[in-house]
């Protein structure tokens, strides 16, 4: 089992930038692919960004590709997620997701799930 810790949330204006991060607990956090999903107030959640486990892969939904990547360390159990050219449609909290599964993951369904941490971009 792994529990999942996002923090980097905040207050930020429209083209600014934000780093996210999720810590995960255990020692096995190498065999589990990784995720960051996000919900806006009325909308239902939505998939991000997905990670394998070795980093060499990843994906990216269509609505944030060349502003947001997706990156982890192994070594530190952390996943990271770099939102840049933040506009406030990106307004939501955002989630930290893990499953074995790297499918499990991109498609919401993932075993693993964190509290969210608030994103606020003001226009």
């Known amino acids: 089992q792994v529990q999942l810790v996002e923090s980097g949330g905040g207050l930020v204006q429209a083209g600014g930038s934000l780093r996210l991060s999720c810590a995960a607990s255990?020692?096995?956090?190498?065999?589990?692919?990784m995720g960051w999903f996000r919900q806006a107030p009325g909308k239902e959640r939505e998939f991000v960004a997905a990670i394998s486990r070795s980093g060499d892969t990843t994906s990216l939904a269509d609505v944030v590709k060349g502003r947001f990547t997706i990156s982890r360390d192994n070594a530190k159990n952390t996943v990271a997620l770099q939102m840049n050219s933040l506009t406030p449609e990106d307004t939501a909290v955002y989630y930290c997701?893990?499953?074995?599964?790297?499918?499990?993951?991109?498609?919401?369904?993932?075993?693993?799930w964190g509290q969210g941490t608030q994103v606020t971009v003001s226009s």
């Open positions: 255990g020692r096995t956090f190498v065999t589990y692919a």
């Open positions: 997701a893990a499953d074995f599964m790297g499918d499990r993951v991109r498609s919401g369904t993932g075993n693993y």
